[in-house]
């Protein structure tokens, strides 16, 4: 057989996703899903509480992640080392993570053992000892983390941005805190956040994996919390959350609707730059749309963004976007770490290049096809393990999302045409409604006026 070496092979197409359909039910206002999956001899536990660092409130940033490190430092009146040990002799794995909208509690364990690991996961969420000693102990070890990112770059430049593009609104804040505010944090903080926020709202129980046959539905029955049907759900919660400005930016002082804020670091070798602006919250009909355009500006390696700032130009060694869906519109931001000497220039790259896209050079077929197919051709692999599955459920519970939205995604990806880039590019990504974050030299970044956004305000690092 002969083979065609004058073109390249096209494709396979993507290959249907069947996501399983979880079993659900409720104890009172609370829920557990499960499913079975078979692969390996293990069960995966989330615990979710849809509270994150957006419930902290202003004075006291950091208090979701505070308390949540404090959940596995010792519970049921036994030891940290006492409830790892118990983890190590069951072969289970624990781990907290703290979003902007939800916190979570994933617990690996064996089949065999799963119905102690339960109950122990919910001792730690239910009962954990909060002891002030254990207090003092992270709040050093956190207030150290605050001090060390002080020489990140990035880190540097994510806080500043997000306190531009959301001012007061809780997305705005720094989720591991400052230094004043985690010194603000006391007992009794911690303790009133655990009692009216990880037990007074609404959890949901995922289960996932080898499940034993019977009784660890029961046992999951048995372990929420008892007065979880008088607990608050997480809409009523949200509901007491200030709405954000439309126009982004609302900081305080000198900061207010800036369009460009200069963080110093002098000596830097590199610029760090964020530029982006408010999209849609997850549940908008346009997210399918959005993530091909940003695959089509910087989401991709070929993407427009790299191909012209790293290829074509040279500024940098790597140049990527990104689109954030949360409970409240998140955001479009590109991000990139650039050669000083070459700030405004890579600014004014990044601007023409979104400005380009929906207006005198719109994407065409063969490239809105490249952005397609970096999204669906490996999309099923997202699904391979039961951690996977478990933790993709846990967007549908959190965002109220249909059961078959996974497997909506393929096809809905690939009914975007080129045109509906435009539309999008044109309707989210305006230049006009960009703001931009540096993290540079003052003495070596050139004139950033010239950029057309106004005069450089100057931030002072977090």
């Known amino acids: 057989m002969s083979i065609d070496r004058s073109r390249m092979p096209r494709p396979a197409h993507p290959p249907a996703v069947r996501f399983p359909v979880p079993e659900k039910h409720s104890l009172g206002r609370a829920h557990t899903w499960s499913v079975a999956h078979h692969d390996l001899p293990v069960v995966v536990f989330i615990w979710m509480i849809p509270v994150g660092s957006a419930a902290d409130p202003a004075d006291r940033a950091g208090l979701a992640m505070f308390a949540a490190d404090l959940l596995d430092e010792g519970s049921g009146g036994r030891t940290m080392l006492e409830v790892n040990e118990q983890l190590a002799r069951m072969g289970a794995q624990l781990d907290t ?40 102990r992270v709040r050093t070890l956190r207030s150290n983390r605050v001090r060390q990112m002080r020489s990140v770059p990035g880190a540097l430049a994510d806080r500043a941005f997000y306190r531009q593009l959301y001012g007061s609104h809780p997305y705005g804040q720094p989720p591991l805190g400052t230094e004043a505010t985690l010194e603000q944090i006391g007992q009794t903080d911690l303790h009133r956040f655990h009692r009216e926020r990880l037990l007074g709202v609404a959890p949901t129980l995922l289960l996932v994996g080898d499940l034993p046959p019977d009784g660890l539905r029961e046992t999951a029955r048995s372990v929420l919390p008892s007065d979880v049907a008088q607990s608050a759900q997480a809409d009523e919660l949200w509901a007491r959350l200030p709405l954000i400005d439309e126009l982004g930016a609302e900081a305080n002082g000198d900061e207010k609707a800036a369009r460009l804020i200069l963080v110093p670091r002098p000596g830097a070798a590199q610029s760090e730059l964020r530029v982006g602006a408010l999209t849609a919250d997850r549940t908008t009909r346009d997210y399918h749309s959005l993530v091909v355009t940003n695959a089509a500006v910087g989401g991709a390696f070929v993407s427009r963004l790299n191909l012209n700032l790293r290829e074509r130009r040279g500024y940098t060694y790597g140049v990527r976007s990104s689109v954030q869906f949360w409970r409240a519109p998140g955001p479009f931001v590109v991000q990139t770490s650039v050669q000083t000497d070459a700030t405004a220039a890579s600014i004014a790259e990044i601007l023409k290049e979104l400005a380009e896209i929906g207006g005198p050079r719109p994407v065409d077929g063969r490239e809105t096809a490249r952005a397609r197919d970096s999204l669906t051709l490996g999309f099923a692999r997202s699904f391979e393990t039961a951690e996977q599955i478990a933790r993709a459920a846990t967007q549908l519970v959190l965002y109220n999302l249909p059961d078959s939205w996974y497997d909506d995604f393929v096809p809905r990806v690939e009914a975007v045409e080129p045109e509906e880039v435009t539309r999008i590019a044109r309707q989210y990504l305006d230049p006009g409604r960009m703001y931009v974050t540096v993290v540079a030299d003052p003495d070596r970044v050139g004139d950033l006026a010239k950029l057309g956004l106004g005069e450089p305000i100057v931030a002072e690092p977090f």
């Open 97 to 136: 993570e703290v979003g902007v909208d939800a916190t979570m509690l994933t617990l690996v364990s064996l089949s065999r053992t799963a119905p102690d690991a339960l109950a122990l996961l919910a001792e730690v969420v239910c009962r954990p000892n909060l002891d002030s000693g254990e207090i003092v």
